[in-house]
């Protein structure tokens, strides 16, 4: 029993050296223009910023973002790094105090998960970046018990693209426990947090994508 016990400490030692590697790596790295570098799930992610529909859904959200929470005290932001603990993600879009300087990160590389009220990922094309959306971003922000997970999915084919709201973030299973999805053409609403009323409708996502 002894020696599966120093197995065990010898492990999870190597697995916190391998955290702080890829920290120290990611917080060195000089990222191309147009990419993102995220450190999610033992790995650093890197990959393109999304093209012309990708953009217009971005921008749409965060300008119509903004109108709602005029005079809350909150705002969107977007290109910036969300931090939990030594894990990053670079969400399309978020939702912050205006204040942000409360919740920046002790070194100045973006802001702490902790204070973020909610995250728009907008899906992009390819299995890489559909899995990196609805599978471990769904992982990161529930661990990082981020609110509300918003994804725009253009690739969910059975309505021509959906709206899939998550809420109830479980840190412990990196899950969230409630999820509302709402086809394109309808009207998908924010349910809670800052952002409670916001609609995405179709003056955001536009029609069926088939």
Same mark, same amino acid.
């Given at each position: ?17 391998? *955290?702080? !590697? ?5 917080? !060195? ?5 147009? &990419? ?30 903004? *109108? ?8 969107? !932001? ?13 969400? *399309?879009? &978020?939702?912050?105090? %205006? ?8 070194? $100045? ?32 922000? @529930? ?9 725009? %999915? *253009? ?6 693209? @959906? ?13 969230? !426990? ?14 809670? $947090? ?17």
């Amino acid at each position: 029993m002894r020696g599966v016990s120093l197995f065990a400490l010898v492990a999870e030692e190597t697995v916190v050296d391998l *955290d702080q !590697a890829l920290w120290q790596v990611w917080k !060195a790295m000089e990222v191309p223009e147009g &990419f993102r570098a995220e450190l999610i799930e033992g790995a650093i992610e890197m990959s393109p910023t999304g093209g012309t529909r990708h953009f217009n859904v971005n921008r749409r959200v965060f300008r119509a973002l903004h *109108d709602h929470l005029r005079g809350s005290g909150w705002g969107p !932001a977007n290109d910036g790094n969300v931090i939990h603990g030594l894990k990053v993600a670079v969400p *399309d879009v &978020f939702v912050v105090p %205006d204040d942000v300087e409360e919740i920046e990160h002790p070194e $100045g590389l973006g802001v702490l998960a902790s204070g973020v009220a909610l995250v728009v990922e907008a899906v992009s094309p390819g299995s890489a970046n559909r899995r990196r959306d609805r599978v471990l971003k769904h992982r990161a922000y @529930a661990t990082a018990g981020i609110p509300v997970y918003v994804i725009i %999915d *253009d690739y969910d084919y059975d309505d021509g693209g @959906a709206v899939t709201v998550l809420t109830g973030p479980d840190p412990e299973r990196g899950a969230y !426990a409630r999820s509302e999805r709402t086809p394109y053409g309808a009207q998908a609403v924010i349910p809670e $947090g800052p952002a409670k009323g916001f609609p995405i409708g179709p003056e955001i996502t536009g029609g069926r994508q088939d």
